[in-house]
């Protein structure tokens, strides 16, 4: 069963005004759960037929407090659970309004953690279950290892990130981007990476538990700053503006 934390998107100003809110005010409400949503990330689960915003006489999409608690439900299950967006799809237009949401294939470790529980660090997904949940084949995911965008750790198995990599590369190779185009960013992900990892060091290798906890939380909201940084950066040099 999804578990809906009480502090998700749908308490946001579209769900305590109850009135429709531009593709921008969405981003926003999101942010807080999803660090890395983006505004093309919305509009493509729109283009997938997750979610259908109303539009203006003038052609801007106009989201509910339906339409919002339904994106962050389908974040939550590609997330948490790893799903398909075709299952994902299924899972929602299935159900009667209210209803849970079920789960085809529980984890092993049960029900999705509670809101602000600590994940398993050496949390791992099967090279099969990597191609079934960003839905390609061995010949697409052996070419992203060749050229350095994926990396099967030496005891077997991806990090629970590889999914997210894997779903993002093949939504860019859909507008033509391949493999190759794509290693200059993953080498500036590990420039910043490398530098966010010297900030926090001192403090992941002190004795104290609560240092090495809060060196964690600084880890991940370092992580989310550079991220959101990095889409303005990448948006202001193309000219692209939120509507």
């Keep these: 069963m999804l578990r809906t934390p009480t502090g998700g998107a749908g308490n946001g100003a579209a769900g305590s005004a109850g009135r429709s809110v531009s593709i921008g005010t969405v981003l926003n409400q999101l942010r807080d ?36 608690e339904r994106l962050a439900q389908v974040l939550r299950l590609q997330r948490d659970h790893y799903l398909p967006l075709k299952v994902i799809k299924e899972q929602l237009d299935g159900r009667a309004p209210g209803d849970p949401v079920r789960i085809p294939s529980p984890s092993p470790h049960g029900d999705a953690p509670a809101e602000g529980a600590e994940r398993p660090a050496a949390a791992r997904v099967g090279r099969a279950e990597l191609l079934a949940a960003a ?70 290798l002190h004795r104290n538990p609560q240092t090495r906890a809060h060196a964690e939380a600084t880890l991940r909201e370092l992580a989310g700053l550079s991220s959101r940084l990095h889409e303005a950066l990448f948006q202001a040099a193309l000219g692209v503006r939120p509507h």
């Excluded at 505004?39 to 052609?59: C, D, H, M, Q, Y």
């Excluded at 099967?152 to 859909?174: D, H, I």
Aim: proline share 7%; hydrophobic share 40%.
């Design 33 to 68: 759960e999803f660090p890395d949503i983006t505004i093309s990330k919305i509009r493509f689960l729109e283009a997938e037929g997750l979610v259908e915003p109303a539009r203006t006489p003038s052609g801007y999409r106009k989201f509910s407090p339906a339409d919002v």
């Design 135 to 204: 839905e390609v084949d061995e010949a697409q995911l052996a070419e992203w290892e060749s050229y350095g965008l994926l990396t099967e750790a030496p005891e077997g198995g991806f990090e629970a990130e590889a999914v997210t990599v894997a779903r993002l590369v093949a939504e860019l190779g859909r507008f033509g981007l391949e493999p190759r185009h794509l290693r200059g960013m993953k080498a500036a992900a590990d420039r910043e990476a490398g530098l966010v990892e010297q900030l926090v060091a001192p403090l992941r």
